[in-house]
């Protein structure tokens, strides 16, 4: 037990450094820091309190999207290179068991997208801090340090906006999704060795749970509700498809809506069981697989 | 005998892979049985494609049999308790190409559960083991085949395992690297490690091995000492100095005289091996 646990460390430690030595990973980061740059550079031209909620639609959209290339391409890489170059005989020749191999490359990802949320985020917050200063700067200097009622109103209202604390609920949602993302890839790594169709299986689930509650919607709004075999079709969708949809609370949250803390708290319920249901049987179809 | 006191027992060991897409069945393995002692040297022989590998590779439970069974020191193969007592070599052997000599046997290390100060002294006295030192924090990827090989080696070695799997241990090693393999596999032996190792090289598996099989196309052709298997019965050979062509005559008569015969005299070679070694060590 104890082993196992450090097997698992050790291999997500791994896993880790592989990932990060990885050309591509740069690539990435490169882009999504061109968008949050973009975002900033937009902004300077206007004075509004608004270019926050600009600024933030960007920058989640990038993590977002560069966040979602790096989970599908993570374990879609380096499981399959695994078993290619058969560095997967050397690893399981040690007492190392299939499981905790698993285990250890999700983990090792869930590490990768943590490091890469909170390094975006944080130069995200340079970036709105940058902005919000150079607002309030401004206000001051014309004020002579002396704001009037209404400048300093105007500065609350830009600090409110810039400060949002929603927001590490958004980016801890964001983070969430994107473990998801990953446990579905490294589930279909388990039984397929290209790259290419791990991806696509992942992203087709992927669009599959952001339908699903809008498939269900429409055909139980019909006249007369579903047939049984849609019930059954949708029901087993649902068994084994994570619903995306539920995601949209970041939507939600980068609008401005406020969302209880215990509806994150849901989702992420939701999400660890899914994870934790996704791996068992990731391990058990690994464990049947003849390498 | 004991089941226990095998490193290895195989029998009626049988592997048939299906291939992709056509459905065709390919048997690799057809009825082996094999018992390795411990404390033996065992040399599996045989072409390309007879098998050597699929045997290596069902002994450390990576895949499994069709039929058979196979028990390494008593336990199930591919079991945690079985796996503790060996060291792997694998053929062509290729490492996370991104990290180092060291800190590839420090992560192989850590999975054998070494730690702390006794993992850091066993990964340097392998590095110098395997004569690596020079190269040791270079990354994988800029190692050729033979300095692979020797990482390969020192990572099977890591927990110091009472049976070592080499699959073709040689393949692609200049010939002093062999003869440091060679040498190794000897200085293991002495320690009483079992050793089974596969090449298709007949000449170093002569050099080191108590008994071989000898493989073709699944099947097991030969099995037994190298005695046993390679002295020409009823013949025996003198190594002379100082042999004059009377005295050659001498002998030859003489042989005659008592009802024996002098089948042939040549001049002992040296081998190329030896040669060469002696010529670069210059
Ligand atoms: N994973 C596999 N799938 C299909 N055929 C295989 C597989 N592994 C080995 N074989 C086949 O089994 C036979 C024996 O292979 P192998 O044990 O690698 O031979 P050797 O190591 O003696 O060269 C070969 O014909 C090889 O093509
Ligand atoms: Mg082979």
């Given at each position: 037990?104890?082993?196992?646990?450090?097997?698992?460390?050790?291999?997500?430690?791994?896993?880790?450094?592989?990932?990060?030595?990885?050309?591509?990973?740069?690539?990435?980061?490169?882009?999504?820091?061109?968008?949050?740059?973009?975002?900033?550079?937009?902004?300077?031209?206007?004075?509004?309190?608004?270019?926050?909620?600009?600024?933030?639609?960007?920058?989640?959209?990038?993590?977002?999207?560069?966040?979602?290339?790096?989970?599908?391409?993570?374990?879609?890489?380096?499981?399959?290179?695994?078993?290619?170059?058969?560095?997967?005989?050397?690893?399981?020749?040690?007492?190392?068991?299939?499981?905790?191999?698993?285990?250890?490359?999700?983990?090792?990802?869930?590490?990768?997208?943590?490091?890469?949320?909170?390094?975006?985020?944080?130069?995200?917050?340079?970036?709105?801090?940058?902005?919000?200063?150079?607002?309030?700067?401004?206000?001051?200097?014309?004020?002579?340090?002396?704001?009037?009622?209404?400048?300093?109103?105007?500065?609350?209202?830009?600090?409110?906006?810039?400060?949002?604390?929603?927001?590490?609920?958004?980016?801890?949602?964001?983070?969430?999704?994107?473990?998801?993302?990953?446990?579905?890839?490294?589930?279909?790594?388990?039984?397929?060795?290209?790259?290419?169709?791990?991806?696509?299986?992942?992203?087709?689930?992927?669009?599959?749970?952001?339908?699903?509650?809008?498939?269900?919607?429409?055909?139980?709004?019909?006249?007369?509700?579903?047939?049984?075999?849609?019930?059954?079709?949708?029901?087993?969708?649902?068994?084994?498809?994570?619903d995306f949809q539920t995601f949209n609370l970041?939507?939600?949250?980068?609008?401005?809506?406020?969302?209880?803390?215990?509806?994150?708290?849901?989702?992420?319920?939701?999400?660890?069981?899914?994870?934790?249901?996704?791996?068992?049987?990731?391990?058990?179809?690994?464990?049947?697989?003849?390498? | 005998?004991?089941?226990?006191?095998?490193?290895?027992?195989?029998?009626?060991?049988?592997?048939?892979?299906?291939?992709?897409?056509?459905?065709?069945?390919?048997?690799?393995?057809?009825?082996?049985?094999?018992?390795?002692?411990?404390?033996?040297?065992?040399?599996?022989?045989?072409?390309?494609?007879?098998?050597?590998?699929?045997?290596?590779?069902?002994?450390?439970?990576?895949?499994?049999?069709?039929?058979?069974?196979?028990?390494?020191?008593?336990?199930?193969?591919?079991?945690?308790?079985?796996?503790?007592?060996?060291?792997?070599?694998?053929?062509?052997?290729?490492?996370?190409?991104?990290?180092?000599?060291?800190?590839?046997?420090?992560?192989?290390?850590?999975?054998?559960?070494?730690?702390?100060?006794?993992?850091?002294?066993?990964?340097?006295?392998?590095?110098?083991?395997?004569?690596?030192?020079?190269?040791?924090?270079?990354?994988?990827?800029?190692?050729?085949?033979?300095?692979?090989?020797?990482?390969?080696?020192?990572?099977?070695?890591?927990?110091?395992?009472?049976?070592?799997?080499?699959?073709?241990?040689?393949?692609?090693?200049?010939?002093?690297?062999?003869?440091?393999?060679?040498?190794?596999?000897?200085?293991?032996?002495?320690?009483?490690?079992?050793?089974?190792?596969?090449?298709?090289?007949?000449?170093?598996?002569?050099?080191?091995?108590?008994?071989?099989?000898?493989?073709?196309?699944?099947?097991?052709?030969?099995?037994?000492?190298?005695?046993?298997?390679?002295?020409?019965?009823?013949?025996?050979?003198?190594?002379?100095?100082?042999?004059?062509?009377?005295?050659?005559?001498?002998?030859?008569?003489?042989?005659?005289?008592?009802?024996?015969?002098?089948?042939?005299?040549?001049?002992?070679?040296q081998k190329l091996e030896d040669y060469f070694?002696?010529?670069?060590?210059?």
């Amino acid at each position: 037990m104890k082993n196992s646990l450090r097997h698992i460390f050790v291999i997500a430690g791994n896993t880790f450094t592989e990932a990060i030595r990885q050309k591509v990973l740069y690539v990435l980061v490169v882009f999504c820091l061109i968008m949050l740059g973009g975002s900033s550079f937009y902004t300077q031209f206007d004075f509004r309190g608004d270019d926050f909620k600009f600024m933030k639609d960007l920058a989640y959209a990038a993590i977002s999207v560069i966040g979602l290339l790096v989970s599908l391409l993570g374990a879609a890489m380096l499981i399959p290179a695994e078993l290619e170059k058969r560095t997967i005989y050397t690893l399981l020749s040690k007492p190392v068991r299939k499981f905790e191999f698993i285990v250890g490359k999700y983990l090792g990802l869930v590490l990768l997208l943590t490091l890469f949320v909170t390094l975006m985020a944080g130069i995200f917050m340079l970036a709105v801090w940058g902005h919000e200063s150079s607002l309030t700067a401004g206000i001051l200097k014309a004020s002579q340090g002396h704001p009037t009622e209404f400048q300093q109103q105007m500065i609350n209202e830009f600090r409110a906006g810039a400060y949002d604390p929603a927001m590490w609920q958004a980016l801890v949602l964001i983070w969430a999704k994107l473990c998801l993302v990953t446990v579905i890839s490294v589930l279909f790594s388990t039984v397929a060795s290209s790259t290419v169709f791990i991806v696509s299986c992942t992203l087709f689930i992927y669009l599959i749970g952001h339908l699903q509650s809008v498939a269900r919607d429409f055909w139980f709004s019909q006249s007369g509700g579903a047939s049984w075999l849609t019930t059954a079709f949708l029901a087993a969708v649902s068994l084994f498809i994570p619903d995306f949809q539920t995601f949209n609370l970041i939507d939600e949250i980068i609008s401005g809506n406020p969302v209880l803390w215990q509806n994150t708290w849901h989702i992420l319920l939701y999400s660890a069981v899914y994870t934790v249901i996704a791996l068992a049987v990731s391990a058990l179809l690994f464990e049947n697989r003849e390498l | 005998m004991n089941e226990q006191d095998f490193a290895v027992g195989a029998s009626g060991l049988t592997k048939t892979f299906t291939l992709e897409w056509t459905r065709k069945k390919l048997l690799a393995l057809d009825g082996l049985d094999m018992q390795v002692r411990r404390g033996e040297v065992f040399g599996l022989l045989g072409p390309n494609g007879s098998g050597k590998s699929t045997t290596m590779k069902l002994i450390l439970g990576l895949i499994r049999p069709t039929s058979g069974m196979i028990k390494v020191f008593g336990e199930p193969s591919g079991s945690l308790a079985s796996r503790r007592q060996l060291g792997f070599l694998p053929e062509n052997p290729y490492f996370p190409g991104f990290l180092s000599a060291r800190e590839v046997l420090n992560y192989y290390g850590k999975l054998v559960d070494l730690c702390g100060k006794q993992l850091r002294e066993r990964v340097e006295e392998l590095i110098e083991l395997v004569g690596l030192p020079l190269a040791a924090d270079r990354a994988l990827k800029t190692y050729s085949k033979g300095m692979l090989q020797r990482i390969g080696l020192a990572q099977a070695l890591l927990h110091d395992p009472d049976l070592l799997l080499l699959d073709e241990p040689t393949a692609g090693v200049d010939p002093i690297g062999s003869r440091q393999i060679r040498d190794l596999i000897l200085a293991l032996k002495k320690r009483g490690k079992t050793i089974i190792f596969s090449s298709h090289l007949l000449e170093q598996v002569q050099e080191v091995s108590d008994r071989v099989i000898i493989l073709h196309r699944g099947k097991k052709m030969q099995e037994g000492t190298l005695d046993e298997l390679l002295s020409v019965q009823g013949q025996s050979q003198f190594t002379v100095s100082g042999l004059t062509p009377e005295l050659q005559e001498k002998v030859a008569a003489l042989l005659k005289s008592e009802g024996a015969e002098l089948v042939n005299v040549s001049h002992p070679k040296q081998k190329l091996e030896d040669y060469f070694i002696r010529s670069v060590s210059k």
